[in-house]
């Protein structure tokens, strides 16, 4: 199909997850509402990334794909993806902007008869997307940020897709960034937001607790008050770290995605691993150290202008080896000297800023 003078006004976003890259589209999605003030826009999304942007105005209707059945298999899958596949079919839209480029997305895109699916090009996405889809972008960079890379998508509809940080489409409930500005000030604001723990499917890219426990102690005795947040499956983690780490580091309480996202908000800096919590923090405007395993950092590392900190051991990476092979040293070797350095300067900025500027988030329309 020939790219030259796509339109729509019906437009469908397929990002199922992971939360961070759910996160990260949304510079791409306010930049297609901003250029189609007037269009549909529909996004379908894994019930568990959902409520990440559930309550998000640029979007009309959400289409949710409990990923509980497909993990099932069988006709449990099968009716789930029908389901789907029916309500989507249902509304008509024109475009569709395959942001996850994987087999999954595209079955399901090319299932929805919509008559243009953007994609990316072999090589470009993964496990055979590209054959679902019928418009293709080629990317100068495959790790190129993803930020940057989600936006690229938008080249076909005769879209600008360069990155504004003014404009990264995030939107919080007012009730909800309310309560964690009460929550910050009750305890006295801490100035440093923690994020130690990852699935357990990526476990190894964790930094070591007793390093964690050591930072923390170190910046104590900085004066420095640091809390500690935490998701279902690294409670045990936070806990063990707030125990060891002395009566300065707190526990923060279970929370939704959109109250932790609104809490971190609230702080002077953040450091922690590769999770959706560091994208919360930098596309906040927050001063953000991360530790970065694997993938080139570029993929990773939060945009300028925020301030930000890459925590990696790059010695121990091999050159030719691939991502999944690469030693788990890269991230667990990272010095706490090298850290603490870290944390003191992007702290030293945010002092100066205030924190948080909540950069480029959505208001509603104008």
């Given at each position: 199909?020939?790219?030259?003078?796509?339109?729509?006004?019906?437009?469908?976003?397929?990002r199922?997850?992971?939360?961070g890259?759910?996160?990260?589209?949304?510079?791409a999605v306010?930049?297609?509402?901003?250029?189609?003030?007037?269009a549909t826009?529909?996004?379908?999304?894994?019930?568990?990334?959902?409520?990440?942007?559930?309550a998000?105005?640029?979007?009309?209707?959400f289409?949710?794909?409990d990923?509980?059945?497909?993990?099932?298999?069988?006709?449990?899958?099968?009716?789930?993806?029908?389901?789907?596949?029916?309500?989507?079919r249902?509304?008509?839209?024109?475009?569709?902007?395959?942001?996850?480029?994987?087999?999954?997305?595209?079955?399901?895109?090319?299932?929805?008869?919509?008559?243009?699916?953007?994609?990316?090009?072999?090589?470009?996405?993964?496990?055979?997307?590209?054959?679902?889809t019928?418009?293709?972008?080629?990317?100068?960079?495959?790790w190129?940020?993803?930020?940057?890379?989600?936006?690229?998508?938008?080249a076909p509809?005769?879209?600008?897709?360069?990155?504004?940080?003014?404009?990264?489409?995030?939107?919080?409930?007012?009730?909800?960034?309310?309560?964690?500005?009460?929550?910050?000030?009750?305890?006295?604001r801490?100035?440093?937001?923690?994020?130690?723990?990852?699935?357990?499917?990526?476990?190894?890219?964790?930094?070591?607790?007793?390093?964690w426990?050591?930072?923390?102690?170190?910046?104590?005795?900085?004066?420095?008050?640091?809390?500690?947040?935490?998701?279902?499956e690294?409670?045990?983690?936070?806990?063990?770290?707030v125990?060891?780490?002395?009566a300065?580091?707190?526990?923060?309480?279970?929370?939704t995605?959109?109250?932790m996202?609104?809490?971190?908000?609230?702080?002077?800096?953040f450091?922690?691993?590769?999770?959706?919590?560091?994208?919360?923090?930098?596309?906040?405007?927050?001063?953000?150290?991360?530790?970065?395993?694997?993938?080139?950092?570029?993929?990773?590392?939060?945009?300028?202008?925020?301030?930000s900190?890459?925590?990696?051991?790059?010695?121990?990476?091999?050159?030719?080896?691939?991502?999944?092979?690469?030693?788990?040293?890269?991230?667990t070797?990272?010095?706490?000297?090298?850290?603490?350095?870290?944390?003191?300067r992007?702290?030293a900025?945010?002092?100066?800023?205030?924190?948080?500027?909540?950069?480029g988030?959505?208001?509603?329309?104008?």
């Amino acid at each position: 199909m020939s790219n030259a003078a796509i339109t729509g006004k019906r437009f469908l976003v397929m990002r199922l997850g992971a939360i961070g890259d759910v996160l990260r589209v949304l510079p791409a999605v306010r930049r297609l509402r901003s250029s189609c003030p007037d269009a549909t826009i529909g996004w379908a999304v894994e019930h568990w990334a959902y409520p990440m942007i559930a309550a998000n105005p640029m979007i009309d209707r959400f289409h949710v794909l409990d990923r509980r059945a497909l993990d099932a298999g069988g006709l449990r899958a099968v009716a789930e993806v029908r389901r789907l596949v029916g309500e989507i079919r249902a509304c008509r839209y024109d475009v569709l902007l395959d942001f996850h480029g994987r087999a999954k997305s595209g079955l399901i895109g090319w299932l929805t008869r919509i008559p243009v699916r953007i994609g990316y090009a072999r090589g470009d996405a993964s496990e055979l997307n590209h054959l679902f889809t019928n418009v293709h972008v080629r990317l100068q960079d495959r790790w190129e940020n993803r930020v940057l890379r989600f936006l690229d998508l938008l080249a076909p509809l005769g879209i600008d897709t360069r990155y504004d940080p003014n404009e990264h489409g995030l939107y919080i409930d007012p009730e909800i960034r309310r309560a964690a500005h009460s929550w910050y000030e009750a305890h006295d604001r801490p100035e440093l937001a923690v994020y130690p723990g990852t699935s357990a499917q990526r476990a190894r890219e964790r930094w070591p607790a007793e390093k964690w426990i050591e930072l923390l102690r170190r910046m104590a005795d900085r004066e420095v008050r640091s809390v500690v947040f935490w998701g279902p499956e690294e409670q045990e983690l936070a806990q063990r770290i707030v125990a060891e780490a002395g009566a300065s580091c707190l526990l923060a309480p279970p929370t939704t995605l959109p109250e932790m996202m609104a809490m971190i908000g609230c702080f002077r800096a953040f450091v922690g691993c590769d999770t959706a919590a560091a994208h919360m923090a930098w596309m906040q405007g927050i001063p953000t150290g991360v530790f970065i395993g694997a993938k080139p950092p570029r993929t990773i590392a939060p945009l300028e202008p925020v301030p930000s900190y890459v925590l990696r051991a790059d010695e121990y990476y091999r050159e030719g080896v691939r991502l999944g092979r690469q030693p788990a040293e890269l991230v667990t070797a990272v010095p706490v000297a090298e850290a603490l350095e870290a944390v003191g300067r992007l702290l030293a900025v945010g002092r100066r800023s205030g924190g948080g500027s909540q950069a480029g988030e959505w208001e509603g329309r104008s």
